[in-house]
């Protein structure tokens, strides 16, 4: 299977990884809850890829000097 990162903002391709070649602590996910990373990773098991939904330096920085952006790409939350 293989994780691929897009941004959760603005849907940028980030890039992927094999995930059975892939340290599972490197990757960041073994930290989240189960809670967590159900909201974060989608899996299209028909292509065999997960999604992962992560943010760009683009976004992050956006946020970062305009923290209110954020609530408005996340209107669910
Ligand atoms: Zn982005």
């Given at each position: 299977m293989q994780l691929i990162y897009v941004c959760?903002?603005?849907?940028?391709y980030l890039g992927r990884i094999d995930r059975d070649q892939a340290d599972p602590s490197r990757l960041g996910?073994?930290?989240?809850?189960a809670e967590e990373q159900a909201d974060i990773i989608s899996y299209n098991l028909n292509e065999d890829v997960a999604y992962v939904r992560t943010i760009c330096n683009y976004c992050q920085e956006a946020i970062e000097s305009h923290p209110e952006l954020a609530l408005l790409h996340n209107p669910l939350q």
């Amino acid at each position: 299977m293989q994780l691929i990162y897009v941004c959760r903002h603005c849907n940028m391709y980030l890039g992927r990884i094999d995930r059975d070649q892939a340290d599972p602590s490197r990757l960041g996910l073994d930290t989240l809850t189960a809670e967590e990373q159900a909201d974060i990773i989608s899996y299209n098991l028909n292509e065999d890829v997960a999604y992962v939904r992560t943010i760009c330096n683009y976004c992050q920085e956006a946020i970062e000097s305009h923290p209110e952006l954020a609530l408005l790409h996340n209107p669910l939350q």
